[in-house]
């Protein structure tokens, strides 16, 4: 854990397990002194059974915000006295706001993928998509893909463990199946959103050789080149990583907190920084 904030700042905490390779820090503490702003955003190791307690103790310390990723995002829900309509939807909170008026909860994830596929010369409108995983990230993912026209999939191991927010209109299907719906259908758009690929040893989820020519790979971890980006690499398929998705939400988290336009461009600096200085 980092070292606690100077007195007079304003703590804003990361919740997770893993947080030591978020690049959350490095981003915001950037956008914070380019805005002149004595905040100070710490990460935290935290999961769905330890979170409460910690979340309490922090705010007793003058929490004023806070980012939850994985395993924290849907135990971040239940902490928050109001929901944005995308949070409540998808009973999953990336994001949240302390103010006088309590703690509301937010999912950025949803405008952050939008955003990201935004900048992409992407047109899924009438096509299909196939997103692997049906977690909190999945799901948020699911959700703009849908808002974009796609006719969504999600592909996982346990079909029963799908979670809110799954549009009815979605189909879910085994990840065995993944192979043959991508042969069959042909998807606009692959996206993983599970956490494979974060292990330098993970195994790919299926043979990444049966994605067919035309659909764009889209990777949700970034800061490495995972079996699934190298796949598309090799085989000169369209890809991108979640460093989009990370900074856009990471910006709408940002203008939450402070009230003040997000410093985009010094926090892919320092994003970008980070990351060349981690293959060091």
């Not at 909860?105 to 990201?116: E, I, K, Q």
């Amino acid at each position: 854990m980092s070292a606690p904030p100077a007195k007079g700042q304003l703590l804003v905490a990361l919740f997770g397990d893993p947080v030591a390779s978020s690049l959350s820090p490095a981003v915001h503490t950037a956008a914070f002194l380019a805005c002149g702003l004595r905040w100070a955003y710490i990460p935290f190791r935290a999961d769905a059974a330890t979170l409460p307690k910690l979340f309490a103790r922090l705010c007793g310390e003058g929490l004023a915000g806070a980012n939850f990723t994985y395993p924290c995002k849907t135990a971040a829900a239940a902490l928050c006295e109001q929901l944005s309509p995308e949070a409540a939807r998808l009973r999953a909170v990336n994001t949240i706001r302390i103010t006088g008026a309590g703690v509301e909860g937010f999912n950025t994830d949803v405008s952050g993928f939008a955003a990201a596929l935004a900048e992409t010369a992407l047109d899924v409108g009438g096509r299909d998509a196939l997103v692997l995983g049906a977690g909190a990230a999945a799901r948020a993912v699911g959700v703009a893909l849908e808002d974009a026209g796609a006719a969504v999939a999600f592909a996982c191991r346990d079909v029963t463990a799908a979670g809110p927010g799954i549009s009815p209109r979605a189909t879910v299907l085994r990840l065995a199946d993944a192979p043959a719906f991508l042969s069959e259908r042909r998807p606009a758009v692959l996206v993983n959103a599970t956490p494979v690929g974060l292990g330098p040893d993970d195994a790919p989820l299926f043979d990444y050789g049966v994605i067919p020519a035309g659909t764009f790979v889209w990777e949700l971890n970034y800061g490495r080149e995972t079996a699934l980006l190298a796949a598309a690499r090799e085989r000169k398929l369209a890809a991108a990583d979640g460093l989009g998705m990370l900074l856009h939400q990471a910006a709408r988290a940002f203008e939450l907190w402070t009230g003040e336009k997000a410093p985009a461009a010094v926090m892919r600096r320092a994003a970008d920084d980070e990351l060349r200085r981690r293959q060091l």
